[in-house]
RNA sequence: GUCCACGUAGCUCAGUAGGUAGAGCACAUCCUUGGUAAGGAUGAGGUCACCGGUUCAAUCCCGGUCGUGGGCUCCA
């Protein structure tokens, strides 16, 4: 009987009922020098063995698709647990996924992995290659699979298998068989090139209180060169890691002896700072948000009101002062909302938008501190829009244009957005009203859709108290930052009764939604640092000219210079030692300094400056004028 | 908090099979006044993270504490 098959909606063909996928694809002969790794039957995902039965839509799977990669690395991950349990017999299987860079596979042993034993693991995974042995797909009952994982002793396996229902599937690989959903590479021979990179503790099923486990990571490629450049970009990142850097650079440090998790910014961090603050309040300012400041500390009693004093407690700093209890603020919304509630607010007045550079305390585990991204004191560019129910879809559309806006300012051009609503099922663990969650959603989609803008829908990734918009930010190496967020709030107004009167005199309840757009100062200077690999563009360099002299002589007209760059507030230094300039020129470079102006003879005679711009090499001479201007105009622009 | 690894000069790192340590850069002084990525000499710098234990003797071995890194958990 002969089937009909949709390949990947180009062509249509015919085909023997019974044919397996890779039968099917390899007829095809294309010219594409793709391999299938995988497909896509008619919405699922299959092996390429699967004999297709019925007609429908098949689309390859390569690894050049998300999907495709996933089902590489799962297959290489189960090749990794094959050598593992080779090497030591003794060694018990939890799981093993596919993640975004690669895969693991989490193990139960009495001993620790050296890296010694993760080289014999690789050479051992080499083998396994080398015997191509196939992926077999084998159908049990959830019975069968029970039997067999009991003989094997697999108590993990036995206990994710408690929670399934009907049919399992297992997969073989000569003596191998884990419990997977599957599908796989067909056999072990399609992996070409593959590093385990780490090894770390795990606990089983994410929980503190059970297992521990040892983790390997590893990832894999078709081609050793895809490895090679893959390794080559992790070393790139380790290179531009912003803690380096901002030794490097003298931007911050972090001293055990003032805390750890505290930022201790130098000067030329402070300015970056002050830079970025700045420029974060002008263009507040100019988009209809007033400025407030709350206090850092703030009366037990307040955080009973807002909830945080229950379900925030063990993150809270809490001070005791004789009988009076006082709070170091983990979050900014109560001040702002004690702010609103300080006078009776007409429609008219609507929308209030409050925003504050708001420093905030939290007491992170100490495991999970991580230079300028995970700190215990960070300042978050907080604000809280407080609007009536009409002005919700303005409000959330100008805050998305708003944050896209402010974030290419500083260089991330490519962003991505995720909508978080939700979970259907059991919508009485949220706070707030049916009405109000569908509002405030549709209201987010309106504004994404809007500005055209693609986003991925996440279904039960709210939090309770009101659904958001979370954007992430890619940064020079394709990596994902967490950017601004857009976030309704539904549980604070009813807790601190926040309302407006409306047109018929009677209290309404305000819709409060809390934006941030840089995240955390600290962590955003952070991805700043990572993202332009500390050679930040001249409206953020801390400095950005420095004046050298080629001989002592010149010192009084080089510091004349700098002073007039300086009245022109010009971030400039000089470096009037006794060096070469060969040195003085190097030294700028490491600082990657943007302009050194380089002071001879010539020009003091001339009254110019000769100048050198970073990554342009010698410009030749310029007149200090010239130079004011030039610089003047990249820190407008605000790019480069 | 927890698992594993690590902690030597301001920085980057050697080293000691247990006998109290070394380089480069940075710093200081002197010589050199040199035109677009390292001129030279001399010198100063360390309770080898901290606290205990074993030992005639510990930076090295053992235990604990603190910190750092990669994870887990958490999250801005």
């Known amino acids: ?117 993760l080289k014999n693991i690789e050479k051992e995974m080499k083998r396994i290659i080398k015997d191509d042995q196939s992926f077999e797909r084998i159908d049990k009952t959830k019975e069968e699979a029970v039997a067999q994982f009991t003989e094997r002793n697999e108590k993990f396996k036995l206990e994710l298998l408690d929670e399934l229902e009907g049919k399992v599937s297992l997969y073989k690989s000569s003596e191998f068989i884990d419990l997977c959903r599957g599908p796989h590479v067909p056999s072990t021979g399609y992996i070409g090139a593959y590093k385990l990179l780490s090894v770390s503790g795990s606990y089983w099923r994410g929980d503190e209180k059970r297992e521990n486990l040892q983790r390997i990571y590893g990832v894999s490629f078709e081609t050793k060169e895809e490895l090679e450049s893959y390794l080559k970009k992790l070393e790139e990142a380790k290179e531009r890691d912003h803690r380096k850097i901002g030794k490097e650079l003298d931007l911050f440090s972090i001293n055990e002896n003032s805390g750890v998790g505290l930022i201790l910014w130098h000067p030329k961090g402070a300015t970056i700072r002050r830079i970025v603050e700045d420029f974060w309040k002008v263009e507040h300012l100019k988009h209809g948000y007033e400025l407030v400041i709350t206090p850092h500390i703030a009366k037990a009693g307040l955080w009973r009101t807002s909830g945080h004093y229950d379900y925030y407690l063990e993150n809270m700093y809490i001070i005791k002062k004789e009988n009076e209890e006082y709070v170091l603020k983990p979050m900014n919304c109560p001040g702002h909302i004690l702010i609103y509630k300080s006078k009776i607010h007409s429609y008219r007045d609507l929308p209030v938008r409050y925003a504050e550079l708001g420093t905030v305390v939290r007491d992170e585990l100490s495991g999970v501190l991580h230079g300028l991204l995970r700190t215990r004191e960070f300042t978050i560019d907080d604000a809280h829009i407080f609007c009536t129910e009409e002005q919700i879809d303005d409000e959330i559309l100008g805050v998305l244009k708003f944050a896209r806006k402010i974030t290419k300012i500083f260089g991330f051009h490519k962003l991505a957005y995720e909508l978080s609503v939700r979970e259907p099922e059991c919508k009485d663990k949220y706070a707030g009203c049916d009405e109000d969650w569908k509002k405030a959603e549709l209201s987010l989609i309106k504004a994404l859709e809007t500005e055209n803008l693609e986003y991925k829908r996440m279904e039960g990734e709210a939090v309770f108290y009101g659904p958001k918009i979370d954007i992430q930010m890619y940064d020079s190496l394709g990596r994902k930052w967490q950017g601004p967020t857009i976030q309704f709030d539904f549980n604070l107004p009813g807790r601190f009764g926040v309302t407006y009167v409306g047109k018929d005199g009677n209290p309404h309840n305000v819709f409060i939604v809390h934006r941030t757009v840089l995240g955390s100062i600290e962590r955003f200077i952070g991805s700043l640092i990572e993202h332009y690999k500390g050679d930040f563009p001249v409206w953020l360099a801390p400095v950005q000219v420095r004046i050298m002299t080629i001989t002592d002589k010149l010192i009084d007209y080089a510091e004349h210079i700098n002073e007039t760059l300086k009245s022109h507030n010009i971030r400039t230094e000089i470096d009037k030692r006794n060096e070469k300039i060969n040195l003085k020129i190097r030294e700028a470079e490491k600082e990657k300094i943007p302009y050194m102006g380089i002071i001879g003879e010539r020009e003091e005679r001339e009254n110019t400056i000769s100048l050198r711009e970073r990554h342009r090499k010698d410009r030749g001479s310029i007149t200090t004028a010239d130079l004011v201007t030039e610089i003047q105009e990249k820190s407008n622009i605000k790019i480069q």
């Open 1 to 117: 009987m002969k089937i009909k098959i949709d390949l990947n909606g180009i062509k249509s063909i015919d085909i023997e009922n019974g044919t397996t996928a890779l039968d099917i694809l390899n007829s095809l002969n294309t010219q594409e020098n793709k391999r299938p790794l995988a497909a896509i039957f008619n919405d699922s995902l299959i092996d390429l063995s699967l004999p297709i039965e019925n007609g429908g839509v098949l689309h390859p799977l390569t690894f050049g698709d998300e999907e495709g990669r996933m089902v590489y690395w799962h297959s290489t991950s189960h090749i990794m647990a094959q050598a593992v349990q080779r090497l030591f017999p003794d060694v018990k299987l939890a799981i093993g996924p596919a993640i975004s860079d690669g895969f693991y596979y989490d193990f139960f042993s009495e001993k620790p992995f050296s890296l010694e034993d």
